[in-house]
């Protein structure tokens, strides 16, 4: 069974991307990852692909006109290394529908709360202080409306009386970084099944 190889793309701390490589490194996923796409040259994702050797394309988004030219340049680099797979890791850009259609069905993203509840930027703080008794992750395949394509996998959160921000949001990392790498293996094997049923 062929490899399938990922592009993760990070802005901030890159913990969703060493999950997902520590799986790989495991065995746990049949995966590598081919490319980290970064918008943020003090992203501290930038730090852990040096340590563990990912190439990496930096790209700063205020020299470009537009969205669309950036995704561009995007999908140009990820033909040239022969991407499989996106993989959103705490990729705080909105991609046009122009980048969706070329890679449609080919875009997974992890979101911290139990869509379609808590979408946008702040799903944590938001459902902390909405005062829910439980909220969690999703992974879905990301679609032309923001945080609302197909769910893949889901996983609840309980909120007790005692959970402050932080501590929620260190209880949903700990779900986030279980959750994405078997997401992507459950990509992964859907993905070649169907395949298989199309060469028949
Ligand atoms: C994660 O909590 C991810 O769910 C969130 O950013 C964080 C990135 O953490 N993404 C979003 O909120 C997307 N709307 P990381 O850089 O340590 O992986």
Do not use: W
């Not at 060493?18 to 943020?40: E, G, P, T």
């Not at 007790?160 to 997401?183: F, N, V």
């Amino acid at each position: 069974m062929k490899e399938c190889r990922l592009a993760v793309f990070c802005s901030g701390y890159g913990s969703n991307f060493q999950a997902i490589l520590d799986a790989i490194r495991k065995k746990k996923l049949n995966a590598s990852i081919a490319l980290m796409v970064c918008d943020n040259p003090s992203a501290y994702a930038l730090t852990r692909a040096k340590k563990d050797r990912v190439p990496v394309f930096l790209f700063n988004p205020k020299l470009f006109k537009s969205r669309k030219a950036y995704e561009k340049i995007l999908t140009c680099v990820l033909k040239s290394q022969q991407t499989d797979l996106v993989v959103l890791a705490g990729f705080m850009r909105i991609l046009t529908p122009y980048f969706v259609r070329t890679l449609r069905d080919r875009i997974l993203n992890i979101h911290p709360s139990l869509l379609p509840r808590f979408k946008g930027a702040h799903a944590i703080r938001d459902a902390f202080e909405a005062g829910v008794k439980e909220t969690g992750v999703t992974v879905h395949l990301v679609t032309e409306k923001v945080d609302a394509g197909p769910i893949l996998l889901q996983k609840k959160v309980p909120v007790s009386k005692t959970d402050t921000l932080r501590s929620l949001e260190t209880k949903i990392h700990r779900a986030e970084h279980r959750l994405y790498p078997l997401a992507v293996k459950k990509y992964i094997s859907y993905n070649n099944r169907t395949s298989k049923l199309k060469e028949k």
